[in-house]
């Protein structure tokens, strides 16, 4: 598979949706700050960078988090700290995680986190496409909480 070539994700859920700020409140920033992971997935990686990845394994229906550029594992658990600090995230789910976190780069690139069913809080990311109707209300959204967030 050429991998110079992005490959688009079937299907953008359009389910996905931010919580309300009201429901990212302090305490529940907090918690997910300490308790939600950034791991990386080698279904989404082409290089395993320093992840401590045995092996990469991109599968051609998952975005590829390194396709423009290698996201180090610092950079990476930064973005999803950052999502979580500025209210970026989905729901919370009855396991105690929001399926989603959402982040926007120093490059103003956006990016989301996604965890499994298995509450962990374990979570892998990728880059939202241009074409994908999320990236456009994530980077709105951003900027409009992280100001009030002081970012």
């Known amino acids: ?3 110079s070539v992005a490959v688009s994700r079937p299907g953008n859920n359009p389910k996905r949706r931010i919580a309300p700020a009201d429901c990212a409140n302090d305490q529940v920033k907090l918690r997910l700050a300490k308790l939600a992971r950034y791991v990386g997935s080698g279904h989404h990686k082409r290089n395993p960078a320093n992840y401590g990845l045995l092996r990469t394994n991109p599968r051609p229906t998952k975005s590829l988090c390194d396709l423009g550029r290698v996201i180090p594992l610092d950079e990476a658990i930064s973005l999803v700290a950052n999502g979580i600090r500025c209210g970026l995230f989905s729901k919370i789910r009855g396991d105690g995680f929001p399926k989603f976190i959402w982040s926007v780069s120093s490059r103003g690139e956006v990016f989301e986190a996604k965890t499994d069913s298995n509450g962990t809080g374990e979570y892998h990311g990728y880059p939202l496409e ?22």
Do not use: L, P, T
């Open 130 to 151: 241009d074409e994908d109707a999320m990236h456009v209300y994530v980077r709105s959204v951003w900027e409009e909480r992280c100001q009030n967030a002081g970012q």
């Open 1 to 3: 598979m050429d991998w």
